[in-house]
């Protein structure tokens, strides 16, 4: 059974930095495509970064300078370093993985920014 577990979420001043991690566990092979998605109240989980196999990363532009996405195929975990962070930064965080034998979600991780 596979499990991707989050970490890193919390509440942080305007500007502020946080780093999210995402690891996942159990029989889980040959990963390719790794990401983040968030949602926030009321509205849609919407695309934030994703990262393949050999490196190459897509970052939405609302966040294109600011977040980055890293992934460390050994530990098949994935990160995701934001800076610069706004109040309409603010939502649940969750991690995606597709694998050879399936898609697979973490259970969120919710990011706050306010004064």
């Known amino acids: 059974q596979v499990q991707l577990v989050e970490s890193g979420g919390g509440l942080v001043q305007p500007g502020g930095s946080l780093r999210l991690s995402c690891a996942a566990s159990?029989?889980?092979?040959?990963?390719?495509?790794m990401g983040w998605y968030r949602q926030a109240p009321g509205k849609q989980r919407e695309l934030v970064a994703d990262?393949?196999?050999?490196?190459?990363?897509y970052y939405a532009e609302i966040v294109k300078g600011r977040f980055t996405i890293s992934r460390d195929n050994a530990k098949n975990t994935v990160y995701l370093q934001m800076n610069s962070l706004k109040p309409e930064d603010t939502a649940v965080y969750y991690c995606?993985?597709?694998?050879?034998?399936?898609?697979?979600w973490g259970q969120g991780t919710q990011v706050t920014v306010s004064a």
């Open positions: 159990g029989s889980i092979f040959s990963i390719d495509l």
């Open positions: 990262i393949s196999s050999g490196g190459s990363a």
């Open positions: 995606r993985m597709l694998a050879t034998l399936g898609g697979y």
